[in-house]
Nanobody, 124 residues
Framework: VQLQASGGGLAQAGGSLRLSCAAS????????VGWFRQVPGSDRVFVSA????????AYANSVKGRFTVSRDNPKNTVYLQMNTLKAEDTAVYYC??????????????????WGQGTLVTVSS
């Protein structure tokens, strides 16, 4: 499966952005899709994930209540709606996919397929 992340850009603190992760080469019906972010000099960290089949979701504490992950079956695309953005949300955001083999949870690690990053910059 190939992943293409898009939707990054510049937003003001308190504003919103929506990231998209479009998949090709395979349907996402057997996968979970996760979002991660990375700032220069730091490790890539988990942000959110969704299990395509079950719809189960997971969020990092830092984004819970502000970010929402969702899926669009016909478009084979996962979205990350980011509201009430903060300066500390500034990072390169990556989407990734992991085969779930029937498991219904939304994993925070173990992803095998990665898209390129999209830069989100939040100005304070």
């Amino acid at each position: 499966v190939q992943l293409q992340a898009s939707g990054g850009g510049l937003a003001q603190a308190g504003g919103s952005l929506r990231l998209s992760c479009a998949a090709s080469g395979s349907t996402l019906s057997s996968y979970a899709v996760g979002w991660f972010r990375q700032v220069p000099g730091s490790d890539r960290v988990f942000v959110s994930a969704i299990n395509w089949n079950s719809g189960s979701t997971a969020y990092a504490n830092s984004v819970k209540g502000r970010f929402t992950v969702s899926r669009d079956n016909p478009k084979n695309t996962v979205y990350l709606q980011m509201n009430t953005l903060k300066a500390e949300d500034t990072a390169v955001y990556y989407c990734a996919a992991r085969r779930m083999d029937g498991y219904e949870y939304a994993p925070r690690l173990g992803y095998d397929y990665w898209g390129q990053g999209t830069l989100v910059t939040v100005s304070s």
